[in-house]
C-alpha cells in the first residue's frame, strides 16, 4: 500500500496528538461541542494561515478541494463555513496557547547552542512589524487617512533564537516606546534594527535608549 502525505500533512506531523488531546482536555475546549473537534479547527487554521486564506469561504473550499486526501490530515471531510464561524467565535483561545508552548519546548530543545559570532553578554533584538487591516472593517485600527494597521512589536532571544516577548499596539506607537518599558536580564546587550542601541541595565532591569 502506498502511502501518502502532502507539504501540509508533514507539517502537521510536527504537532503530537497526544499532546494536542492532553491540552483539550486541560483547557475543556471541546465543552458542549458537537460533532466539529478542536483537531478539526486547528487543521482548518493552520490551513488558514499556510495558504494565506483570506475568508471562511477560501478555508473550506480549500479543504474540499482535497477531495480524499483529508485522512492523512487527520479530518473526514471540510467544515462548514457556519460550523468554523462558530467554533472560531466560542471557542477559548487557551488550548492555542499550551500547544504554542508545547512547540516551543520541542523547539529549545533541538535548538543550536553554539554560534559562529558570539557575544559574552546575553543578547537581545527588538524590531516591530507592520500589519495592514482593512479601515472600513477595522475603525479602531486607523493608521493613515486611507489605511488601517497595528503594530506587532517582538523581542528575539539569540539563545536559540525565540521571541521571548510580543506586544500589539496601535499602527503609529514608536519602538522606543516599547524599548523604554522592557525589563532585561543584568548585564545583558539588547538592540534595535533601526539605528538604535539599547545600553546596559540600569538599576532595576531598565534601560537607557537612544534611538533615531
Not at 494565506?52 to 479543504?63: D, H, N, P, T, W
Amino acid at each position: 500500500m502506498n502511502k501518502f502525505s502532502s507539504m501540509f500533512g508533514q507539517v502537521l506531523q510536527i504537532f503530537s496528538k497526544k499532546e494536542f488531546y492532553l491540552a483539550v482536555r486541560e483547557t475543556q475546549s471541546e465543552r458542549g461541542a458537537k460533532g466539529f473537534s478542536s483537531w478539526n479547527q486547528f487543521v482548518a487554521m493552520l490551513f488558514c494561515q499556510l495558504g494565506q486564506a483570506r475568508s471562511l469561504r477560501e478555508i473550506c473550499g480549500g479543504l474540499a478541494s482535497c477531495l480524499g486526501k483529508l485522512k492523512h490530515l487527520g479530518i473526514d471531510k471540510a467544515p462548514s463555513r457556519s460550523t468554523l464561524s462558530y467554533a472560531n467565535e466560542k471557542r477559548s483561545f487557551r488550548l492555542y496557547e499550551a500547544v504554542f508552548y508545547q512547540l516551543l519546548e520541542k523547539c529549545r530543545m533541538i535548538a543550536p547552542r553554539k554560534k559562529k559570532f558570539r557575544f559574552r553578554n546575553k543578547l537581545f533584538s527588538l524590531d516591530a512589524t507592520l500589519i495592514e487591516l482593512c479601515v472600513s472593517l477595522f475603525d479602531w485600527a486607523t493608521y493613515r487617512q486611507t489605511k488601517g494597521a497595528v503594530k506587532l512589536h517582538l523581542l528575539l532571544d539569540h539563545d536559540g533564537y525565540f521571541p521571548v516577548f510580543a506586544h500589539i499596539t496601535d499602527g503609529l506607537t514608536h519602538e522606543v516606546k516599547i524599548a523604554q518599558n522592557l525589563s532585561f536580564p543584568k548585564g545583558s546587550i539588547s538592540s534595535w534594527t533601526g539605528a538604535m542601541w539599547i545600553m546596559p541595565s540600569l538599576p532595576g532591569g531598565r534601560r537607557r535608549v537612544f534611538g533615531s
